[in-house]
C-alpha cells in the first residue's frame, strides 16, 4: 500500500463518500481555521486517488478549514486504498476522536457488524472498547429518528434515551422523550418515568400503598380508570398525562384547576 506526502489542490479533493461523521459544526470549523493560520497544519489530511482527483479519507475539518481560509493548497498523504480499507480506516481514526456524537459512533459499529459480518465482540476487540459498550450504543439506533437526531446534536444523553426507549407505549414514550428534550433530565429522572410507566401500565400508579396490580387478562379486557389528580374525575388510564408537583403545591395546583 504505497504512500506520499504532497501539496493537493483544494478543487481537487472531494469530500468523503459514506462517512461516519454526519454533523460537522460550523463553529469548530472557524475555530480549526483560526488555529490553522496562527500555527499551522500540524498532520496532513488523508486522501486517495480516484477517478483522477482525490477523496478524503479523514481530515475533512481540516479541508473545511482550508477552503475558509481561502488556501489553494493542503498537505495531503496520498495513499492506494480499496473501498474496505477506507471505511475501516475511517472507522478507527473517527472512534477515537471525543467529538463524534453518539449515533455516529452507534452507525459506525452497526456498518461494521454490516458489512464485514463482526460480532459486538469483534467490534469491540476492535476499537479497543468492552462489548457492553458496543451494545449501547447500537441500542441507541433502536430510538424514533428524530430523538436519535436530538442525541446526536446533545438535547439528550444517550444515556437518557436508552433508559427511556424501554417504554413501550409510543405515546408515552414521544411524551416524555419531549420532556427530556425540551426540559433536559438525569438518569434518575428517567428511571422515575420509566418506573411511573411501569406502575401505569400494570394499573398501580397514584396509589399511595402501591395499588393492586391487574392480571393481563382482565387489563386486556376491562379499562383502567385513575382519578384526575386536578378534578378528580376518572380517566382511563391510557389518557392519563403526568405532572410533578411536591405536597404543598398539590392543593393549589388542584384548587385552581378545578371547575367551579
Not at 473545511?64 to 475511517?90: C, N, P, Y
Not at 452507534?106 to 476492535?126: C, E, H, P, V, W
Not at 427511556?164 to 427530556?180: G, R
Request: contains cysteine; glycine residues 6%; proline residues 5%.
Amino acid at each position: 500500500m504505497s504512500e506520499e506526502i504532497i501539496y493537493l489542490d483544494i478543487e481537487k479533493l472531494d469530500p468523503p463518500k459514506d462517512a461516519d461523521r454526519e454533523i460537522i459544526d460550523p463553529d469548530s470549523v472557524r475555530e480549526l481555521a483560526e488555529s490553522i493560520r496562527s500555527q499551522g497544519l500540524h498532520s496532513p489530511i488523508l486522501v486517495r486517488p480516484a477517478n483522477g482527483r482525490y477523496e478524503i479519507v479523514f481530515g475533512h475539518r481540516r479541508f473545511l478549514a482550508h477552503r475558509l481560509l481561502g488556501e489553494l493548497k493542503i498537505r495531503s498523504m496520498v495513499k492506494e486504498l480499496t473501498d474496505d480499507q477506507v471505511f475501516e480506516t475511517r472507522a478507527v481514526e473517527n472512534d477515537q476522536r471525543e467529538d463524534l456524537n453518539p449515533i455516529e459512533r452507534a452507525k459506525t459499529y452497526r456498518r461494521l457488524r454490516d458489512k464485514f459480518g463482526m460480532s459486538n465482540r469483534q467490534i469491540a476487540q476492535r476499537m479497543g472498547r468492552s462489548p457492553g459498550v458496543v451494545d449501547k450504543y447500537l441500542n441507541l439506533l433502536e430510538i424514533p429518528v428524530e430523538f436519535q437526531e436530538a442525541v446526536a446534536r446533545k438535547k439528550i444523553s444517550m444515556q437518557v434515551a436508552i433508559i427511556l426507549n424501554h417504554i413501550e407505549d409510543p405515546e408515552f414514550k414521544k411524551f416524555y422523550f419531549t420532556s427530556a428534550v425540551d426540559n433536559g433530565v438525569t438518569m434518575d429522572v428517567a428511571e422515575m418515568w420509566l418506573n411511573d410507566w411501569r406502575k401505569s401500565k400494570a394499573g398501580t400508579a397514584y396509589s399511595d400503598g402501591g395499588g393492586v396490580g391487574v392480571s393481563g387478562e382482565i387489563q386486556e379486557s376491562l379499562p383502567i380508570y385513575q382519578p384526575c389528580v386536578c378534578c378528580l374525575g376518572p380517566v382511563e388510564i391510557s389518557k392519563l398525562r403526568m405532572i410533578y408537583v411536591c405536597r404543598e403545591c398539590e392543593g393549589q395546583v388542584r384548587g385552581a384547576l378545578k371547575p367551579k
